[in-house]
């Protein structure tokens, strides 16, 4: 089993920045496909991005690609999304994902998902 928290969210501005964590804890995430995935009201979940962490090898949502960078630090079992130049469309709840061994992509191909944390963009 393996637990994940997020957190990073807030209110900001158009234009500005900020990074997301999903802190796991439970297992190690070395061997896991972590992705991130956003919903806003009234919508589906929306794939954002995926990292395998065994070799660091990213893929991105085509419209996510250039504004927003996934990461891990396996020592801290953590896996983080930068998101720059926000606009208000990106205005949604983060999650935060992991599949054990496999790439996965789409919200089914995911085992274990966090909570959650709200992202708000202002014009």
């Known amino acids: 089993q393996v637990q994940l928290v997020e957190s990073g969210g807030g209110l900001v501005q158009a234009g500005s920045s900020l990074r997301l964590s999903c802190a796991a804890s439970?297992?190690?995430?070395?061997?896991?496909?972590m992705g991130w995935f956003r919903q806003a009201p009234g919508k589906g979940r929306e794939f954002v991005a995926r990292i395998r962490c065994r070799d660091g090898s990213t893929y991105y949502a085509v419209s996510m690609k250039g504004r927003f960078t996934i990461s891990r630090d396996n020592a801290k079992n953590t896996v983080y999304l930068e998101m720059n130049s926000l606009k208000p469309e990106d205005t949604a709840v983060y999650y935060c994902?992991?599949?054990?061994?496999?790439?996965?992509?789409?919200?089914?191909?995911?085992?274990?998902w966090g909570q959650g944390t709200q992202v708000t963009v202002f014009s």
């Open positions: 994902a992991a599949r054990d061994r496999f790439i996965a992509t789409t919200v089914n191909e995911y085992d274990y």
């Open positions: 439970g297992r190690t995430i070395s061997s896991y496909t």
